[in-house]
């Protein structure tokens, strides 16, 4: 049976990971046959939003690994925990902790940089061949972690993509219910939210997504 590391940013779409993005994942995996256990970096998430208001709760902080335990319930694990032998693929879950704790794409722009635990943990993997998959934004850290080239999508938001661009991103336009494929990589992307409108929508390409990737596993 195929193991999958899911890594999570937190929980909730404005600065953690995208809660149904991430339940879908856990949910298609399950369904097709796989095991998984899900990953956060044990850090100080960037700020916290109110997710009602939409307003930054300026008093506030919350821990990435603590607040995605609230997705895992209770059963998410250090990223510093995680080891690449234990595990056929990785997958990474959208929402804007991606951007804003697992990176700093939202905060930099075409400066931006992976944390290093997350950077240590996707070439860890990309090293040995292993496939992975990148939803919503999270694709903004295939340039660091791949080398010029690499291809992907977050759907048809030119100006975020060219962005990621600039970093040596192939982005390729894609329709929220498709995957973008990078066969040299073994690297397979969706929109999901990024372009969704429903749960229903996003839940096609996170199927598809995650078929691709335990196609690619050994």
């Not at 090293?127 to 977050?154: E, H, N, Q, S, W």
């Not at 929220?176 to 040299?184: K, L």
Request: aromatic share 6%; hydrophobic share 45%.
């Amino acid at each position: 049976m195929k193991n999958i590391a899911v890594i999570l940013s937190g929980c909730g779409v404005y600065d953690g990971s995208e809660i149904q993005e991430a339940v879908l994942t856990m949910l298609a995996i399950a369904q097709q046959g796989a095991t998984y256990r899900c990953f956060a970096p044990n850090i100080a998430q960037h700020h916290v939003i109110n997710h009602l208001t939409g307003e930054v709760s300026k008093d506030e902080s919350r821990n990435v690994l603590v607040e995605a335990a609230r997705i895992g319930r209770g059963d998410v694990e250090d990223l510093t925990e995680l080891t690449e032998k234990e595990f056929d693929a990785i997958i990474f879950v959208g929402g804007f902790g991606a951007a804003k704790n697992l990176s700093t794409f939202a905060l930099d722009n075409d400066n931006y940089t992976v944390h290093e635990q997350v950077l240590s943990a996707a070439k860890s993997f990309a090293r040995v061949d292993k496939p992975a998959g990148f939803m919503c934004i999270a694709p903004a850290l295939l340039p660091i972690i791949y080398p010029d080239g690499v291809k992907g999508t977050i759907g048809k938001d030119n100006a975020t993509a060219k962005l990621m661009s600039a970093k040596g991103l192939v982005h390729i336009d894609c329709d929220v219910t498709d995957v973008v494929v990078d066969e040299a990589h073994k690297i397979v992307t969706t929109p999901a939210y990024m372009l969704a409108e429903s749960i229903s929508e996003a839940a096609v390409g996170i199927n598809k997504l995650v078929k691709y990737v335990l196609a690619f596993c050994k």
